[in-house]
């Protein structure tokens, strides 16, 4: 049964770049999606971005800038950097797998979290 | 892209039967599926409802999922409910990005 590992700072100082590993057991990183979400205290889920093993990437919008997701089929991990932090990127960060496939039905593709790690609290604070 | 919209939280006694909404802001709900999931106190989330209305192995038959696009939302409807069922439930869809609707708190007692 596949499972999956977040690792990482748990304190990153405004300004600087938080990165976290996600490590992937009991299963290959390929043929696969990979995805970051992260829960700020008290709040509700927010979609970070995804990567196909191969490499490809999809970012949320409003983090495009600042977000960068690697993967390491190598190592069977996939990295999370957020550049410039502030108070505001304090959350929990969860890495999950995820299933993208094409719906005929609908004419569209979808896409979905099937397995998540623990997740990994950061802080941003000086 | 469209937003999810939730209720903050619902409340139902142990047997009962509770049903919590998903509404898209815009676009057909029926053109993407719908994913739910549930995230315990102190948990990661866990998925219950994959596209619209398939459970995962190991999920009861209580949890179920539909569409209704006359009122464009997506429901998550949990029958016979167990104290352990008390958690947040979060609904998702994919239309080249990934959104998430805001949450809902269930409290059973």
């Known amino acids: 049964q596949v499972q999956l590992q977040e690792s990482g700072p748990g304190l990153v100082k405004p300004s600087e770049t938080l990165s976290l590993t996600c490590t992937v057991s009991g299963g290959s990183i390929s043929s696969y999606y990979w995805s970051w979400i992260r829960q700020p205290p008290g709040k509700g889920l927010e979609w970070i971005g995804y990567i196909y093993y191969s490499g490809s990437t999809n970012y949320n919008p409003s983090l495009k800038s600042r977000v960068t997701i690697s993967v390491d089929t190598s190592k069977n991990q996939f990295s999370l950097k957020l550049s410039s932090v502030t108070a505001a990127d304090t959350a929990v960060y969860y890495c999950?797998?995820?299933?993208?496939?094409?719906?005929?039905?609908?004419?569209?593709?979808?896409?979905?979290?099937?397995?998540w790690g623990k997740g990994t609290t950061v802080t941003v604070s000086s | 892209n469209f937003m999810l919209t939730q209720p903050h939280s619902v409340s139902e006694s142990p047997g009962k039967t509770v049903t919590i909404s998903c509404t898209r802001s815009s676009g057909s709900i029926a053109s993407n599926y719908v994913q739910w999931y549930q995230q315990r106190p102190g948990s990661a989330p866990t998925t219950v409802i994959y596209?619209?209305?398939?459970?995962p192995s190991g999920v009861p038959d209580r949890f179920s999922g539909s569409i209704d696009s006359s009122s464009n939302s997506a429901s998550l409807t949990i029958s016979g409910l167990k104290t352990e069922d008390e958690a947040d439930y979060y609904c998702?869809?994919?239309?080249?990005?990934?959104?998430f609707g805001g949450g809902t708190k269930l409290t059973v007692l």
């Open positions: 596209e619209d209305n398939q459970r």
């Open positions: 999950a797998r995820g299933y993208f496939d094409w719906s005929p039905t609908q004419s569209s593709y979808y896409y979905y979290m099937d397995v």
């Open positions: 998702q869809s994919y239309d080249s990005s990934i959104s």
